[in-house]
T-cell receptor, first 115, second 116 residues
């Protein structure tokens, strides 16, 4: 079984400041890693994913995440946030050799951008 | 196109009503999912359909009845619900059930259900 820990339930950040949302995971097998974003009153959207290869993955809206196997982390970063980034961010892991139903979510981090 | 469409967006129903939530995808995906999400919580898996057959039922009460009429459609029939069933119901799909490179789960916008 695997688990995901998002230690920060809420992160307030001033507009145009950098942000890091932390995600750590635990698994006895290799995993795929995902960040999903949920804007207010909407469903989940895939932000970015790590499957293999380069450990640094990027989204089209300026977010990036780095897979660190030794620290079992997949932290999400953005160098300069915008008001429109206000949302709930969920980190998720899926074991690479099991079915998709094993996708496990963290408890989420609410990112609030302060004007 | 990575779109999963859900209707209705909002639904209010009484505890004796029968209603349905609908989900559609045209990505050729053969696995479809229902998740339930309570406020300020992560989504919880309810059902998984693989090639139009129910593969997984995560011990969901029988007042929730899923149906997969064809490879593009997924319904969730609701009957005799309780107020605690009020939540956001998310439909999702993926190429198939296998975990694997690129086999990402895509979610719809969700249906907000309120049981009164």
């Amino acid at each position: 079984a695997q688990s995901v820990t998002q230690l920060d339930s809420q992160v307030p950040v001033f507009e145009e400041a950098p942000v890091e949302l932390r995600c750590n995971y635990s698994s006895s097998v290799s995993v795929y890693l995902f960040w999903y974003v949920q804007y207010p009153n909407q469903g989940l959207q895939l932000l970015l994913k790590y499957l293999s290869g380069s450990t640094l993955v990027k989204s089209i809206n300026g977010f990036e995440a780095e897979f660190n196997k030794s620290q079992t982390s997949f932290h999400l970063r953005k160098p300069s946030v915008h008001i429109s980034d206000t949302a709930e961010y969920f980190c998720a892991v899926s074991p690479s050799n099991f079915g998709n139903e094993k996708l496990t979510f963290g408890t989420g981090t609410r990112l609030t951008i302060i004007p | 196109d990575t779109e999963v469409t859900q209707t209705p967006k909002h639904l209010v129903m009484g505890m004796t009503n029968k209603k349905s939530l609908k989900c559609e995808q045209h990505m050729g995906h053969r696995a479809m999912y229902w998740y339930k999400q309570k406020a300020k919580k992560p989504p919880e898996l309810m059902f998984v359909y693989s090639y139009e057959k129910l593969s997984i039922n995560e011990s969901v009460p029988s007042r929730f009845s899923p149906e997969c009429p064809n490879s593009s459609l997924l319904n969730l029939h609701l009957h005799a619900l309780q107020p605690e069933d009020s939540a956001l119901y998310l439909c999702a799909s993926s190429q198939d059930r296998r975990g694997g490179s690129g086999n990402t789960i895509y979610f719809g916008e969700g249906s907000w259900l309120t049981v009164v």
